[in-house]
């Protein structure tokens, strides 16, 4: 069984409520929040005053992707505004340990993240305490992008080394580019949850594009 979680990058920001008040009732197992500072990439989104409104609304898990300058400093503005599941950028973060156990000891779930040129083999020492991986099959920074084949090779790698230290239950989130062409692949290469958002969004009918995803 494979979660879907759309990103709502995007949807509407004028009617930000209406579609996540849609998207939820459209199958969304989790909303994932993309969080940009111009810096780690070069656009910006939301912030946690954003966040804490959508936390009052929202029925569904909040998985925060923060696409941040050493995320490390904000990862309890991010939980006090409602994220249930954080993750962050190891390109991003020197001190990545501390983070992720700093996350869990907020009762959050924690995750890395790797761009698409980023090594797996830096998530040595990470993959026996993360509960989340979230591999870009894009250059972070926007939505609507193309998905990079070569990320398949890495999903796969991942989801073997957990298997082979015996945490298979750690997530495996992809994240660019996924939609109902290329998802059976994602899927088949280890990923146990899509993030989708133009797919999705642009679709004529969100609650079909999310059935179908789930259903590959
Ligand atoms: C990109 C973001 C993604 C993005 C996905 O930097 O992390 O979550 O919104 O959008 P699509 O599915 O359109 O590639
Ligand atoms: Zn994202």
């Known amino acids: 069984m494979v979660f879907i979680a759309p990103s709502i ?9 209406r579609d996540i008040r849609t998207i939820e009732e459209a199958g969304a197992d989790w909303l994932h929040i993309d969080v940009m500072d111009g810096h780690f990439v070069p656009n910006l989104t939301i912030g946690p005053p954003v966040l804490r409104r959508i936390k009052e609304i929202a ?13 490390g400093k904000w ?5 006090d505004a409602g ?4 993750t962050f950028h190891i390109e991003a973060e020197n001190h990545a340990d501390r983070v992720v156990h700093n996350i869990q000891s907020r009762g959050v779930s924690a995750g890395v993240s790797l761009n698409p040129a980023t090594n797996p083999e830096s998530l040595t020492y990470l993959l026996p305490i993360v509960d989340q991986v979230l591999v870009m099959s894009v250059n972070p920074g926007f939505g609507g992008q193309s998905f990079i084949g070569s990320q398949l090779c ?10 082979e230290i015996g945490r298979s239950e750690v997530e495996i989130v992809v994240d660019g580019g996924v939609n109902t062409k290329n998802a059976a692949m994602i899927v088949d290469a280890g990923a146990s949850v899509l993030v989708s958002g133009s797919a999705i969004f ?3 009918s969100w609650r079909e594009t999310i059935q179908q995803l789930k259903t590959i």
């Open 202 to 204: 642009k679709s004529e």
């Open 59 to 71: 029925t569904q898990p909040l998985d925060v992707h923060l696409m941040i300058e050493e995320p």
């Open 83 to 86: 994220a249930d599941r954080l």
């Open 9 to 17: 990058l995007s949807a509407d920001f004028v009617n930000l409520e």
């Open 75 to 79: 990862v309890d503005d991010y939980i």
């Open 154 to 163: 890495k999903i796969e790698s991942i989801a073997k080394k957990l298997k």
